[in-house]
């Protein structure tokens, strides 16, 4: 089992920057794939963006040039750099974890709510 705990969501007006972590226990070792997802009021969940264990990422196109995903192996933790914040970014920030059998694993989120 994977615990994921997410943190650093907050208030920003827009242009504004946060930086999102989350924090993985458990049988991190399973992990392959840790990725970001949003979600809004009234839409779906969607991709922000994901990075592999050999720290390659991929991103949305919404967020490409703005956002910046991380992960510290050493500390268990990914990060979400989030700059030029807009208010359409404003939502419930989402951590997971897949492992290499494509099973995964879920923070309970984060919000972020982004002001004009």
């Known amino acids: 089992q994977v615990q994921l705990v997410e943190s650093g969501g907050g208030l920003v007006q827009a242009g504004g920057s946060l930086r999102l972590s989350c924090a993985a226990s458990g049988s991190i070792f399973r992990i392959n794939v840790m990725g970001w997802y949003r979600q809004a009021p009234g839409k779906q969940r969607e991709l922000v963006a994901a990075?592999?264990?050999?720290?390659?990422?991929n991103y949305a196109d919404s967020v490409k040039g703005r956002f910046t995903i991380s992960r510290d192996n050493a500390k268990n933790t990914m990060y979400l750099q989030m700059n030029s914040l807009k208010p359409e970014d404003a939502a419930v920030y989402y951590c997971k974890g897949t492992t290499a059998y494509d099973t995964s694993s879920w923070g309970k989120g984060t919000l972020d709510t982004v002001s004009s």
């Open positions: 990075i592999n264990n050999g720290g390659i990422a």
